[in-house]
Nanobody, 121 residues
């Protein structure tokens, strides 16, 4: 079993910053990919940023230049630094990770429970 726990969400004024964290625990050999998604009511969940274990990052056009994804592989933790936040960034943010488990032939696609980010104008 693999578990993801997000933290760092909250209320911030437009132009402000937040840093989200995602800690993975359980049967983890290697995190192959970690991503952040967000969802607002009535809309589909969308990819915000993703990072492979090779260090390749990609971002949604709406957040390029403002958000930065990173990881601490030794701590099985991922981060999403969000700067210059806008009201349109308001959403529940979810962490997702594709993990090779300690059973090396098995992989897990895990999701966190989500953390709410609210940006006021």
């Amino acid at each position: 079993q693999v578990y993801l726990q997000e933290s760092g969400g909250g209320l911030v004024q437009a132009g402000g910053s937040l840093r989200l964290s995602c800690v993975a625990s359980g049967s983890i050999f290697r995190i192959n990919r970690m991503g952040w998604y967000r969802q607002v009511p009535g809309k589909q969940r969308e990819l915000v940023a993703a990072l492979t274990d090779g260090g390749n990052a990609n971002y949604a056009d709406s957040v390029k230049g403002r958000f930065s994804i990173s990881s601490d592989n030794a701590e099985n933790t991922g981060y999403l630094q969000m700067n210059s936040l806008k009201p349109d960034d308001t959403a529940v943010y979810y962490c997702n990770a594709y993990i090779q488990t300690l059973n090396l032939d098995a992989y897990a696609d895990a999701w966190g429970q989500g953390t709410l980010v609210t940006v006021s104008s």
